[in-house]
């Protein structure tokens, strides 16, 4: 009822998704909740509230595809989706910061000071070596922890040049791939966008395959878990949190493949398009920091 | 409304006096911090002394200002706005000047952080070590060590009987450190985050689970220093205070000897059997001390966070869990292992105390396991049965 | 505020009507205003359910011994005051203030994502009941404080702390949501020839502000992530054990904590730019300084976290670092500071409420910094932290700087909004009887805390019992003093008092004054024409 308004700006009309999501967000984490302290219908309100915000998810962005094609959206208009990308973009680089600032913590600051290291200006005191860990040595990966009894630490780490490169270059050549995409977009070439995607998410894919298999030989080779540590906490947490992005990711391409396939895009509007591939290439970025400071140095 | 304020304000002024003079029976209010009685402490003094003056002028200057302002630029008294509303180089003398103050601030506070970061060249070191909810003290050169309790009454927390003068501020066993003596302090913690503050000496260090912070003392003058635990430890981190008290180098030598001296010379005869009075009476003592600030003097704990002891699964049960429970604790709750606290004796005390506390040897309504007495002996092979058991 | 924006009956614009249609407008609703407005409200209820556990501290410590509350729900009292007054009051109120005032600054319709702006609101009442609902299970509250140092909040925590850290994460999406909305809005609706050198400091302190949003929520999210990893997956950020560290936590906790203190109090230094210039009738003297004041203080903010944990153990250099980045904080502050009273000095005061709320800020937020920065010295902080003397630190910069700013702005902006005057005199009332009970509550916590009482106890020795009684007193002065703020929002926003015009106060400028009062439904259906 808005949109008659005399402003140029496209202003929806009242929507009951967010409230829904809302909701939704509730239903899902009262149910995480209980589900972790093993309350038999946690897991089902979790289950609920993950199907009512995909069910929200799709209406709410149902609705922006139909004003988009319906031409509400004006230059402008425009710029506010990509502003609001941008700095969501933004924020998950700080989230992902949050755990790369506990692994450089670790390996600068806490391994050292547990295993004595006096040449480290971070050592607040030798001491504690001395007193409280004296089998611990400073090493990265960890393959001892201070206490092997509370935390058995992992046979093996992973090795930077053997499935990890080939994520690398997996990701690499995926960034190539939705780029070429693009071009194809903006030079309005159907076969070429297609393609382009297609090549994305199965690249995705693999990458998706590789890691699932790294985690396998991970938890049932090294005995590298969760659990293994601070190596294996980091390990884990880092990966896996750029896995469930690879993860949202390639859905996201695939919901942009399917749109491509029924035209959405065209040279001068496709904003959706280009909000996942800034996605994709964050993920690749992610990636490539997860690769030097995770796997290799 | 101009006239009611005058005597509103004149009202509260009353209240609050006729409160000033009714709590002043109680200690006296202090305003500021003590100068102490280390090296440490009196750099900390003077620091603080020179920031609150640098404070208070540049308050004083500002506010003079906004006040001769609001006075004199009154709409009510016709003022008319000016019509300025830039300056740059206005702008930069007031950013550099009190830059220039933060600097002359910052230097003498460098120097003294830079001496007390100093810890080497000690002649007493000890560790401490923060437990819920109470302090473990180690001299690692004497081998003398042991904790340290909140002594106050639950009596007097409950408000059921008047309060001593250092209410919450007592122990059973207080530090004993010497004056004149570089002192270094090694400071952690058993299980969560605790801190060791103690005014008069100027330290406050966080104790850390699993890590080692240092700081140092050395003490001017003898006499009993009081502080409490800095760090929101749980339930009790209210109720775990810390008295250090600084004795002569001589009085403290001696009494290092009668602590080592005590230990070597009385062996515990865990042979001897005790009667279940003299164990029943040991036992509730030792209670008191150790096991009530969770479980409470009348064995209600507090559910569910501490379970009540009064009509306990363990406490009722099988004689071995129950001692089994105490000497190793439950790891990963405040439940601790009392094993390095307790000896056999007092361990056995304590148990066959709380069996037989609270209706808890009520044998028809608990099984038959319930009630019984426990001698020193019973504890000593349980506990050498569970080192056995941690060195597989 | 509902029934004001109901009044206008614009044509354009039709409100539903039924229990069903009132329900509807305000859950599905895209406006800015009417989100401004929910905001608001639940800002105003959370302040008084904060208020309420902080009386109950204040209760308890009212005298030694235990009286009231057992300690154990002391400690929920403290953790749940602390996060209901920071993320349920000062967060949403300011988030308010920007939803109603950004459009209307710069001459927009709305905001830029109106569905988006919903949803941040919506997720809100949703993570409070998460929160909320940790008392009514079995097991304590959250009880490790407003700041959940692990391992006290991990391995120690009760099982309810899961649903603490889940009802953060929503927070925090909200708060993300509502920053983007702000960014986009501030850089793409401006009206034509609303240069960023022209906006009012308002509009640049959120700006700034939501840049600090961005960078610091989703690390605090990372936190509670990984507390929840520990708690369940067997991870080991904080633990030696493992090779973690404790003190990580901290770290990574300070890392958010310190600019989300900025966040609280950035937007309320808009306010007070805007509502000083008014009263004294003058332009704000020295607007560029202003503005590289905030985006220095913002950038500061980041690199000065570690100042919450000086007594931690963190090595000298570090604390070094950390002391000077601190101290430097008061340069730009004070450039504001300093700016404020030039703008009053040879200007034509008047002293209605707002600005007796700005007046009361410009003393008592200063001298909360000046006991801020005597924190800072680290060698002075090894003897105030965790005292007292903290809690009268931030006391005086959230109470007198963030409050008194978010009344002061309601105050300010009220007739706009309904298109009625408060009553003056009930708000002349309620800011003395504030500003009078605020020092009697805070100030002699100075005291306490030199002499030596630590924060987060439910009971204290015999020495610090009169101080204690005083501020107790002059807390519940304090908080029954509000229902005289309430009572006069309510009766303004239904429509009792004079009505006003479009330019409320005489020395008002910016574009939100040329718009009538109360304001159309979308404020600039065409964009003002920018002049000067
Ligand atoms: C609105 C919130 C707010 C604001 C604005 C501030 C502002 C400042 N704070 Fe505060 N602070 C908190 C909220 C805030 N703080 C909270 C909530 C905590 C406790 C958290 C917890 O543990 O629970 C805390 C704790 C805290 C600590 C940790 C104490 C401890 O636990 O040991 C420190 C230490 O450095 C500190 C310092 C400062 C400084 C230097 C400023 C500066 O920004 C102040 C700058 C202002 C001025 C200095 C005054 C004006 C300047 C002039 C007039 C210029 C000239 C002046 C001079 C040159 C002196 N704060
Ligand atoms: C913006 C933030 C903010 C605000 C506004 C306040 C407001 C107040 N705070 Fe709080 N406070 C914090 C932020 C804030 N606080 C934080 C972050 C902490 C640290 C927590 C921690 O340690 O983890 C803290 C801790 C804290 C403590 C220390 C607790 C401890 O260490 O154990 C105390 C003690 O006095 C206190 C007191 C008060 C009082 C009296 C008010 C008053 O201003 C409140 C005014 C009261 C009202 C507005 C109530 C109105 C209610 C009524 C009139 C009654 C109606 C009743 C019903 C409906 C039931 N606060
Ligand atoms: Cu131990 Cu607080
Ligand atoms: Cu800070």
New interface residues.
Partial sequence: MSHDTKSSYYLPAPSHWPILGSAALFCTMFGAAHWLHGNSYGPYLFALGIAVLLFMVFGWFGAVIKESLAGFYDKQVDHSYRWGMVWFIFSEVMFFGAFFGALFYARISAIPELGGDTTSIFTASTLTHYLIWPNFTAHWPVLHNPDMAVFAGPKQVMEAWGLPAINTLILLTSGATITWAHWGVVKDKRKHVLWGLLFTVLLGISFLICQAHEYITAYEQYQLRLDSGIYGTTFFMLTGFHGLHVTLGTIMLIVILIRAYLNHFNPKHHFAFEAVSWYWHFVDVVWLFLFVFVYWL | MKNNFPVFISRICLLLGSWFCISSAYAESRINMPQGVTPMSHDIYALHMMIFWICVSIGVLVFSVLIYSLIKFRKSKGAVPADFHEHTVVEITWAVIPFLILVAMAIPATKVLMRMDNTDDADVTIKIVGYQWKWKYEYLDQGISYFSNLSTPVSQLNNQAPKNEWYLLEVDRPLVVPIHQKIRFLVTANDVIHSWWVPALGIKRDAIPGYIHESWARIEKTGTYRGQCAELCGVNHGFMPIVVEAVTPEAFAAWVQQQTAGKTSLPPDIKKEKSQAELLKQGETLYTTHCAICHKPEGTGMPPAFPALKGSVIATGPVKNHIAMVLNGKPGTAMQAFKEQLSDEDIAAIVTYERHAWGNDDTPRYGKEAGGTVQAAQVASQRAESTHEKLN | MSTAVNDVHEH??EHPEGFWGVL??W?????HKDIGTLYLWLSFIMFFVGGAMALVIRAELFQ????IV???FF?QMTTLHGLIMVFGVVMPAMVGLANWQIPMMIG???M?????N??SF??L???F??LM?TFFM???AP???WTF?A??ST??G??ST??MI??I??MG?SS?MG???V???I???RAPGMTLMKMPIFVWSWLVTAFLL??????L???V??ML?DR??????F??????????FQ??FW?FGHPEVYILIMPAFGVISEVVSTF??????????MIYAIVAIALLSFIVWAHHMF??????????FF??AT??V???T??K???W???????????EAPMLFA?AF??LF??GG??G??LS????D??Y???YFVVAHFHYVLIPGSIFAIMAAIYYWLPKWTGHMYNE?MA??HF?LTV?SIN?TFFPMH?LG???M??????????????N??AT?GAF?FGFSQLLFLINVVRTVRGHGPRVGAKVWE?AHGLEWTLPSPPPY?S???PPEIKN
């Fill in positions: 354009e614009h509807g407008r859950l599905f609703t895209t406006n030694p011994g235990a009286r057992s300690p154990e400690n927009a319709p709305d830029a994502l109106p569905r988006l919903n949803w919506w997720i009442p949703f993570a009941s998460l609902s079995s097991g304590p009880d490790f404080g140092y391992p006290l391995t120690y009760p099982k899961d649903f889940f009802s994460h929503l999406l993300i920053a983007i909305n960014i986009a809005t850089f793409n609706m961005l960078g610091v929520m989703p690390v999210a990372g936190a992530t990984m990893a369940h997956f067997g991870t080991s950020f633990n030696a054990a493992g090779g973690g560290d404790p003190i990580l770290h990574v890392f004294s009738r003058k332009k704000i003297f020295g607007y560029r300084f007594t931690a153990g963190i090595p000298l250099v570090t604390e070094l002391m000077y101290m430097l008061a340069v730009p004070g450039v500071v300093f700016n009273v030039a703008t009053i000095f040879k200007g034509s005061i008047s002293f007046i410009l003393f200063t001298m000046f006991s920065l005597m010295i680290v060698p002075a090894y003897q932290q965790d005292t005199t002349k009332w003395w009078i009697i005291f030199l002499a030596g630590p924060r987060r106890i439910p009971d204290y020795a015999l020495q610090f019992t009169d101080f009684r005083i007193i002065i020395g979308h600039f259906t065409v």
